[in-house]
């Protein structure tokens, strides 16, 4: 299979001495993206199985219990980072891609709800807890750009990898509010913020025969793609990957299949 080549992307590392510049840099691109892919870190899942009492495994949930654990997990705990990469319409197509580190979460704070081995995985993969606490961005202040970049109101398609999660904690973000109550509300909520185009590239990776494929670089290395990314943390890394995956599973599929996958995420099967 022939591989996918892409340049390399910088990732721009957002902290609040360098947020002003860095959203200059959003404003000037968000009219033109037509991609946008979003991967957000957090503390991993540390409400285990909301309402089960954690009787049964996941996969034996119904689709209202798995929303049930992710609604409990992302109205309870902090994001740690939000990733965009962002493709536009400039000929070749222009990528530019932000790893913004956000308040909240606090290492050194026991309230601060986390689960110990995707810390672990996450200061192994080079976010810098020690940082976070002295340099971190106010949620709000991300907010307030991202409402008022234009870049919602330019309706790109919106990617993300096993996305219930990250889809979470995007409308935490976006409406300054806990996600709703109910798994019609949060699809919802989630159409009317990023309109039509939500897609999950591991939803549509199994259209072409990669559903045995469950990480992430797995599904790249199926479809041909090399990794973009010249340097950056895991956010922006991860943003990179699902976006060019994205658009690599959108030129075997189709316009017509890809559209027929929108909303489908990983873990809440909405059609």
């Not at 019609?184 to 159409?191: E, L, Q, S, V």
């Not at 030129?251 to 027929?260: D, H, I, Q, T, Y």
């Amino acid at each position: 299979m022939p591989t996918t080549n892409a340049i390399a992307a910088v990732v721009h590392s957002v902290w609040h001495d360098n947020f002003d510049t860095e959203s200059t840099r959003l404003l000037t691109i968000a009219p033109r993206a037509i991609h946008v892919t979003v991967s957000v870190q957090y503390p991993g899942c540390a409400v285990a199985q909301a309402g089960t009492g954690g009787r049964r495994k996941y996969a034996q949930l119904t689709t209202e219990e798995r929303y049930d654990m992710v609604k409990a997990n992302v109205n309870e705990l902090h994001p740690i980072q939000v990733g965009l990469a962002i493709r536009t319409d400039d000929g070749g197509g222009e990528l530019v891609v932000f790893e913004f580190n956000l308040r909240g979460f606090d290492i050194n704070n026991p309230a601060n709800l986390r689960d110990p081995a995707s810390i672990a995985h996450l200061r192994g993969r080079g976010v810098d807890f020690g940082r976070l606490p002295h340099a971190r961005i106010e949620p709000h202040r991300l907010r307030s750009l991202l409402l008022g970049s234009g870049l919602l109101q330019t309706r790109p398609s919106w990617a993300t990898f096993t996305g219930a999660y990250h889809i979470g904690y995007l409308m935490k973000i976006l409406t300054g509010a806990e996600v709703p109550s109910g798994l019609d509300a949060f699809m919802a909520m989630a159409t009317a913020t990023l309109r039509e185009g939500v897609y999950d590239v591991k939803r549509l990776a199994a259209e072409v025969n990669t559903a045995n494929r469950f990480l992430l670089r797995e599904i790249a290395t199926c479809l041909g793609v090399v990794p973009a990314v010249a340097q950056g943390m895991v956010t922006g890394a991860d943003t990179v990957s699902t976006l060019q995956c994205f658009e690599a599973l959108r030129e075997r599929l189709g316009e017509v299949r890809v559209v027929m996958h929108s909303h489908q995420l990983c873990g809440l099967p909405i059609y």
